[in-house]
């Protein structure tokens, strides 16, 4: 899925991104399901989101300095050389990527390297509040962090409870830590979405690990404990096939993964349909999206096979259309916004006083 980073640089949003989508190809990371429609929702819902701020400043002469968002720049450190650099990376972009105001920028940021750090083993580690300067000739400001990193906690064990439709182990196998390696936040994420994928590939849509975790300061020991919270397994109410021809679309539907009744799973239903086309038949391998659309009736599901790749539903036109309308709007009250501000306040914010060190 490619992304497009736009920046709206007013006088209240400087450097606060919005990410918009292109192409068709978008899949929950949970489920797996085709969720195109659920992402141009979610984007008209943040474009309102920007016309009620907009609107609301509408007038105003100028936004108060504590509110207005800041661009970092650059983030330093100090102290951490014992660190892997791996580590003070990651810190560093979830840092330049977060939206912060002036007002809680020290605060915030200070929360975001603490939370990286104890997440790969730094419970004990002391983060200084940044040095906040502006950045020369680019509109921003640098932050300088002192930091007392302590030392790195070591992984004890790890335990897998509440499992029922799966095996404890094969949850376990998904987990990637064993006595004595060094916490990792990020190979941590990885695992509890593989679980989540396991599950929703056997129709458990719901299911959701939690993660516990019990430190022992004398031995600077981390033990984890994932409980399982399994939920329901979904069953298939229906299935609809689009843009095949008839016959292949009837051959389609006697496949066993498909059958009313029978547990839903994505996984094993592309496994089935991919089955149809040999490899290195005469054929091509076609392209094809499912779409899991549940029932009002609990633990149904709807089952849409889309193979009209290519093709835009009246529904996505009607979105696209009306997310067009919503950016139109928002760009004339942005103008309108700006044409206000410089009659009423011809002088740009300049935050760097305040930032003087």
Known sequence: MKETRYHLRSGLLVGRPIWLPQGRDCHSPRTGTDLRMGRVAEILLGVCWLLVVLSSAHGQTRPSAGSAFVTVCS????????????????????????AFTQSELVSQSTGWLRKVLYSYGYMEAVVDPPSVKPAEGRGGVVLRFHVEPGERYYISGLAVGGTKALAAQEIRDLIPFHPGDPVDGEKLDLALREIRRLYACSGYL???????????????TLFFTVQMHEG???NIASVKVLGLDAALADKLITLPDLQPNSAFSECRIREAIHSLWPAGGSSSEPSFGIRAERQLTPQKIDVVIDFSVGQTTQEELHAQSSLQQYWIRAEEIRCELRESLK????TPCDFSKEWAV
């Open 232 to 234: 329901d397994q979904y």
């Open 343 to 346: 009659r009423k306040s011809p």
């Open 206 to 220: 719901d299911a959701d690990p939690q993660l516990s975790e019990n430190y022992h300061r004398a031995t600077r």
């Open 75 to 98: 983030v330093d450190f100090d102290g951490t050389d014992s660190i892997p650099l791996s580590v003070t990376q990651i810190a560093q972009q979830r840092i330049l990527a977060a």
